[in-house]
């Protein structure tokens, strides 16, 4: 049998960790690192374990998809004309 901390076979199980490869978290998928990486925050609680709700993170949309939402009021309010 094993443990809470380990699937069948011997890896742990998925969740965030520490980036064994820089300064914040990975995601581990149960088999190996992903490229899903989160940086490090000064002040904030490090997590004790893997999470496991995926909701904690705010999405901040990127420039390109302001600019396509001004564009498609430019389109609306443009044909409306």
């Known amino acids: 049998m ?3 901390t380990e699937t069948s076979d011997g890896h742990p199980p998925a969740g965030w960790y520490s980036d064994p490869y820089g300064n914040g ?9 992903t490229d899903h990486a989160l940086a490090h925050v000064e002040n904030a609680a490090a997590p004790t374990g893997p999470s496991t709700q995926g909701s904690d993170r705010v999405y901040v949309p990127g420039p390109w998809v302001i600019v396509g ?3 498609a009021l430019l389109i609306v309010v443009v044909s409306a004309l």
């Open 25 to 33: 978290q990975r995601y581990w998928d149960g088999t190996q690192w």
């Open 2 to 4: 094993t443990s809470p």
């Open 69 to 71: 939402g001004i564009l």
